[in-house]
């Protein structure tokens, strides 16, 4: 099924990409094709460290080329921090498994604050660790504190030769046991409140750090390690005072954005499992598939996996476009790691339901997908931490639009160099949008873009008329009631922008808002249940839910893309 907009390793060929960025790609596909299902099944199984992963991407230069700045790449041409190519790898890493992604993941979490720093020691230090093969890892985190950068207990006491010693604990660090490179969030023993600050690159190797075990039952290794008298020189210094407390945010607001792709890569080759296992199952004298609620739930399924595969596309052109004066990412951002892995959790459930027990055999990817579909929204703050992030753009995004030049698909070899140039992590409130309406005007003979039209524009209504009162606005239980609402408005105006640029099916983008239709009526009555929720918003609930626009042809036609799945793609042995 070439034609398919889901990644098939059968027919791979990232063709927007350059010639090196699409070899590395393939590359990639080909090494975990050539290893195997059985391998890939066993390792993950016995929880053996993919090191035969790591070796291969070393060999190809793969962290190396995909992760080092054009600044820090001495003139070669491939290496770039490209936002459209980190992508589509973390949706590669994640179709095999999480924990190759994973190993990524913190990767590039952990050279965040290396290349928002001005130290070149420590920079040129970092480009050669990768070009070694080595890989990095995020000490920011800490096991009393979680990831409340106010409370570390990572303590740094000046040693009187312009370094420090360091002592304390981190907690549920990645790639902890091998990493080349650490960054380290710390405070100073002798300086107070923000100023105190320090974020330092420390080495796994050293004998003052301690590795103490690995935290979680999995392949991947999520360290706890704790430094005793580690000596920081100068030269290992990154980022002090406020500049460390806007590194640390800065840097998971580009790490953050990998887990929809993470989410999409995973439900991917479930999706191509079940589809293949339960329309070749025949039960009661009927093939599974022949079965209305089996029909139902794998369309949704797949209508749900295209809307995160378009909507994480789009994010991608706003995060390249970003600039100090063009600042939306920073909530598509907390949007894709939102909204975009719920959904993950949505597909996997719809796909779980059909398979049934299949999806526990330990031989299959899903049962793999169904458990480390879980972790993606808990990771890099959890689905309540982003939509109350998400809350602070609402006002703006709503009933202030402002003039933008349109953002062109970037596929260009570009390096996002801004990325790394954010600045001071405050200021949300005042970023302003786009008219969010041209979008779902330019759809709105599409019969079901239309019907959630109106409820988008409801919602607008409840907000001027019926807006959250002062106790609503200290009760986050209501607000995050609220917050769903508009997020959906939001993921609907990306997935309408990447379907005009992609020429999108019309049937698939009329089914996709069939579903969004549903999910506002779900809130608007989780809304009306609230204890909160006022009268006048209750009634506002209620007149607010609605039946998507119904058209058994088209749903028809959508099934039969998805009845194309079976036997389309299967791992090698």
């Not at 990493?179 to 107070?192: H, K, P, T, W, Y």
């Not at 039960?283 to 794998?298: A, M, N, Q, S």
């Not at 996709?512 to 204890?531: M, N, P």
Request: net charge negative; hydrophobic share 45%.
């Amino acid at each position: 099924m070439a034609d398919s907009p889901l990644l098939n390793p059968r027919t791979y060929d990232p063709v927007h990409l350059d010639d090196e960025s699409r070899r590395l790609l393939r590359a990639t596909v080909d090494w975990f094709e050539a290893r195997g299902k059985q391998a890939l099944v066993e390792t993950y199984n016995q929880q053996a460290w993919y090191g035969d992963f790591l070796d291969f991407a070393a060999k190809e230069g793969l962290f190396a080329t995909f992760l080092t700045p054009a600044a820090d790449g001495e003139d070669n041409p491939a290496k770039r921090w490209d936002t459209a190519r980190n992508a589509a790898l973390s949706e590669i890493l994640g179709f095999y498994g999480l924990g190759y992604w994973y190993t990524w993941q913190v990767t590039v979490l952990g050279l965040g604050p290396v290349w928002q720093s001005a130290n070149p020691a420590a920079r040129s230090r970092a480009a050669q660790l990768l070009d070694d093969g080595h890989v990095m890892a995020f000490g920011l985190s800490e096991r009393s504190h979680g990831a409340d950068i106010y409370s570390t207990d990572m303590i740094l006491t000046p040693d009187g030769d312009g370094g420090f010693r360091a002592t304390g604990g981190k907690y549920y660090i990645g790639n902890g046991n091998v990493a080349g490179l650490v960054s380290v969030f710390g405070r100073r023993a002798d300086v107070e409140g923000p100023d105190g600050y320090v974020f330092f690159a420390a080495d796994s190797r050293h004998p003052a750090y301690h590795l103490v075990k690995n935290v979680v039952n999995a392949q991947m290794y999520v360290s706890e390690f704790r430094l005793e008298d580690y000596p920081v020189r100068a030269e290992d210094v990154l980022h002090t005072g406020k500049a460390a407390f806007d590194a640390a945010l800065n840097t998971v607001n580009v790490g953050k954005f990998n887990l929809c792709t993470a989410s999409i890569g995973i439900c991917e080759h479930a999706m191509f499992e079940a589809v293949t296992h339960a329309h070749n199952r025949v039960l009661y004298g009927k093939r599974v598939t022949d079965f209305p609620h089996v029909r139902r739930e794998l369309t949704d399924a797949y209508a749900r996996l295209i809307a995160m595969k378009l909507f994480s596309d789009r994010a991608v052109d706003y995060f390249r476009s970003a600039g100090p004066d063009d600042r939306r990412y920073l909530l598509f951002n907390p949007m894709t790691k939102m909204k975009v892995t719920t959904e993950g959790e949505k597909v996997i459930d719809l796909l779980w339901d059909v398979i049934a027990a299949k999806g526990f055999e330990a031989d299959t990817y899903f049962d793999k997908a169904a458990r480390d579909i879980r972790g993606l929204p808990k990771l890099e703050g959890t689905v309540h931490v982003n939509l109350a992030l998400i809350l602070k753009f609402m006002a703006n995004y709503l009933f202030s639009p402002a003039q933008y030049p349109p953002v062109p698909t970037r596929h260009d070899p570009a390096d996002d160099e801004f990325l790394f140039l954010q600045g001071p992590a405050r200021g949300l409130g005042a970023i302003q949008f786009h008219d969010w309406r041209a979008a779902y005007d330019a759809h709105a003979a599409v019969p079901n873009v239309a019907r959630f039209r109106e409820q988008a524009d409801g919602f607008c209504a409840l907000l001027l008329g019926d807006a959250p009162t002062p106790a609503q606005q200290e009760d986050l239980d209501f607000l995050l009631a609220v917050g769903h609402l508009f997020a959906l408005i939001v993921y609907g105006q990306l997935i309408l922008e990447q379907a005009e640029l992609t020429g999108l099916d019309g049937d698939v983008l009329d089914e996709i808002f069939d579903v969004l239709v549903r999910d506002f009526s779900a809130g608007a009555t989780e809304l009306h249940g609230k204890t909160a929720t006022t009268e006048a918003q209750a009634a506002w609930a209620l007149a607010h839910i609605r039946r998507p626009v119904e058209d058994p042809a088209r749903t028809a036609r959508v099934w039969a893309q998805v009845e194309g799945l079976s036997g389309a793609y299967e791992m090698r042995p």
